[in-house]
């Protein structure tokens, strides 16, 4: 089984900071990493996908690295619509994973 | 425009099984991959397997292995997801969603599904 480890599981920051979440597989996934953010109540919203490649409609202020086994996520100048949970999720395996989650709040 | 229309909120008791559906609009329903997810409260996201609505070829998640059962009607462009053995931990929002992890990620709105006796 491939396992995701997320790191912070929480995090509180202020409007416009930058921000980084990170992800570690316990195995090497190649660059099959996607990045989603969930608010209350909502279905989740992919923002990276392919480790790196931004979604469409999605403000550059996000970002996404990595490949292997270690992939983070960037939020640059934090705004308050960002403030959310946030998922990496493995497609790498036929089995697919979650991270834990990443909830990222107001200071 | 591409949608997925989940049915309605479930209240079932311990030991019952369920069936969600998931109905697909806006695209070729059999050219892609139905994942479904799910989300306890207060908790996070659980990947449950995938269907390839083409051929019918399905994976699910070890935990659920044996539980679940994800299968699709392609004249009608339905995803069904079946639980059997329900328990309270059960308790969840289930969605459906295509082509997780993609560009051509889309998700249904969640189906409310309570445990309870």
């Known amino acids: 089984d491939i396992h995701m480890t997320q790191s912070p599981s929480s995090l509180s920051a202020s409007v416009g900071d930058r921000v980084t979440i990170t992800c570690r597989a316990n195995?090497?996934?190649?660059?099959?990493l996607s990045w989603y953010q969930q608010k209350p109540g909502r279905a989740p919203k992919l923002l990276i996908y392919?480790?790196?490649s931004l979604q469409s409609d999605v403000p550059p202020r996000f970002s996404g690295s990595g490949s292997g086994t270690d992939f983070t996520l960037t939020i640059r100048s934090l705004q308050p619509e960002d403030f959310a949970t946030y998922y990496c999720?493995?497609?790498?395996?036929?089995?697919?994973?979650f991270g834990q989650g990443t909830k990222l709040e107001i200071k | 425009q591409v949608q997925l229309v989940q049915s309605g909120a479930e209240v079932k008791k311990p030991g019952a099984s369920l069936k969600v559906s998931c109905k697909a609009s806006g695209y070729t329903f059999a050219s892609y991959t139905m994942h479904w997810v799910r989300q306890a409260p207060g908790q996070g996201l659980e990947w449950m397997g995938w269907i390839n609505a083409g051929n019918g070829n399905t994976k699910y998640s070890e935990k659920l292995q044996g539980r679940v059962t994800i299968t699709r009607d392609t004249s009608a462009s339905i995803a069904y997801m079946e639980l059997g053995s329900l328990r309270s931990e059960d308790t969840a929002v289930y969605y459906c969603a295509r082509g997780v992890g993609s560009p051509r990620d889309v998700w249904g709105q969640g189906t409310t599904v309570t445990v309870s006796s």
């Open positions: 392919a480790a790196s």
């Open positions: 195995q090497t996934i190649s660059s099959s």
């Open positions: 999720l493995q497609s790498y395996s036929v089995f697919y994973a």
